[in-house]
């Protein structure tokens, strides 16, 4: 019988002593270029994409994330249309707490879906962790469907290892499972309305990502990937959304309340600059490009 505690009504064990399989990556181009969006306590680094890809070469994987206090709690955040990357039409990040990014489907051979038919816009941003919404739209005359996913996956390795320094001892990775009924062995959670990443540190405690989805919910999580089997009529559009709680002993890491959706969390963030803004100096001039890097810094 695997070794197994209880947290929070959950039982958890060793990642490695019940592996679960891994939702495929994409490889990346290397030198990808990168968006960043900082909070208080929290920081993300993605793509362009608004992905945290599952494949980079070399260092390349190490300077992405979504790290709060000094600890990495999603190593990856990768969006999938049938197995492949979406094609990036355009993406921002200059509200600095959160990013858009407007998507479309690459050719589906098997599904029989021409390049850029299906629409996907990606809304993220950070307020005491992270949120998501997608919009999904099918801009054909006729029906479509297909397969998205998101897959999640965390290291909780510090800042230190994420520069290159290696630890001699690590904690361990937790894995989120059930007990089978007839069997009574554990097994990976298949089906759930949340996804939990966990790990538990050399010091006993234990870090949580704990992904709860909105919307419209996944039709099954497998490990740490959520799968959505869509059919959309011609011009439907279809909404979902989730969120990443960060947590340390069950109680939220981050010095920031967690909002529980995306606009909260943008409302929340808006009101925090339109009130820094009217405290700090303005400066203006004549020209625009000055006039941008400055509302930038």
């Not at 260092?59 to 990856?76: K, P, Y």
């Not at 990606?122 to 801009?139: D, P, Q």
């Not at 089997?229 to 947590?247: D, F, K, M, N, W």
């Not at 340390?248 to 925090?272: D, F, H, W, Y």
Request: hydrophobic share 35%.
């Amino acid at each position: 019988m695997t070794e197994s505690f209880e947290l929070e009504g959950k039982t958890f064990v060793n990642a490695e002593t019940l592996p679960i399989p891994l939702w495929p990556c994409v490889k990346n181009e290397p030198r990808i270029p990168t968006l960043t969006l900082k909070d208080d306590d929290i920081f993300l680094v993605t793509d362009t994409l608004g992905n945290i890809p599952g494949c980079l070469p070399g260092e390349e994987s190490n300077t992405l994330g979504l790290f709060c206090r000094d600890t990495r709690f999603l190593s990856r955040l990768e969006l999938q249309i049938e197995g492949q990357l979406p094609i990036l039409l355009s993406s921002n990040a200059s509200r600095g707490f959160a990013l858009s990014a407007l998507c479309a489907n690459p050719y589906l051979e098997d599904k029989g879906i021409t390049a850029e038919t299906i629409g996907i816009e990606r809304e993220i941003a950070i307020n005491g962790g992270l949120f998501e919404e997608l919009t999904i739209t099918n801009y054909r005359t006729s029906p479509v469907s297909f397969e998205l996913s998101l897959s999640f996956n965390a290291d909780f390795v510090d800042l230190f290892e994420v520069r290159g320094r290696e630890r001699e001892e690590r904690g361990k990775i937790l894995r989120l499972v059930t007990e089978n009924d007839e069997t009574k062995e554990l097994e990976p959670l298949e089906v759930s309305e949340e996804i939990v990443i966990a790990y538990q540190g050399l010091d006993g405690a234990v870090m949580e990502s704990r992904i709860q989805f909105s919307e419209t919910q996944p039709d099954y999580c497998k490990g740490n990937m959520a799968i959505w089997q869509l059919e959309l009529a011609s011009h439907q559009t279809i909404p979902l959304g989730y969120r990443v709680q960060l947590l340390t002993n069950r109680r939220s890491i981050s010095k920031v309340g967690t909002p529980m959706t995306l606009v909260q969390a943008k409302a929340a963030e808006s009101m925090e600059l339109e009130q820094w803004q009217q405290r700090v100096t303005t400066i203006r001039s004549d020209s625009n490009t000055f006039n941008r890097l400055i509302e930038r810094a």
